[in-house]
């Protein structure tokens, strides 16, 4: 069974950075897509990122430009570097090994998170002044 444990999060002034990291084991990392979601209170979880075994990624359009995944597959790690932080992207961010990997974020959408057996304890951002 896959564990995860992200790491990264914390509070954040409007405009800042973090990176994210979540530590995957448990599985043949490479095999894996990685995904990011979030959810923020009272909200579904949405993907934020997605990053394919052989690296081709996929993001919301709302933060496209500003966010950035990555992963290492010699250390089972996934990255999300988050850049221009707004307040509204208050949230736990979580990862997740996926055996998929879509092109056509709307996908991503229509499949839902709920087809996740598991999911780590993720890691609270918080952007405020």
């Known amino acids: 069974q896959v564990q995860l444990v992200e790491s990264g999060g914390g509070l954040v002034q409007p405009g800042g950075s973090l990176r994210l990291s979540c530590a995957a084991s448990g599985i043949i990392f490479k095999v894996y897509a990685m995904d990011w979601y979030r959810q923020a209170p009272g909200k579904q979880r949405e993907l934020v990122a997605a990053?394919?075994?052989?690296?081709?990624?996929n993001y919301a359009d709302s933060v496209k430009g500003r966010f950035t995944i990555s992963r290492d597959n010699a250390k089972s790690t996934v990255y999300l570097q988050m850049n221009s932080l707004k307040p509204e992207e208050t949230a736990v961010y979580y990862c997740n090994a996926d055996l998929n990997y879509y092109d056509d974020y709307n996908d991503y959408v229509r499949k839902g998170s709920e087809r996740f057996a598991s999911w780590g304890q993720g890691t609270q951002v918080t952007v405020s002044s």
């Open positions: 990053i394919s075994g052989g690296g081709r990624t």
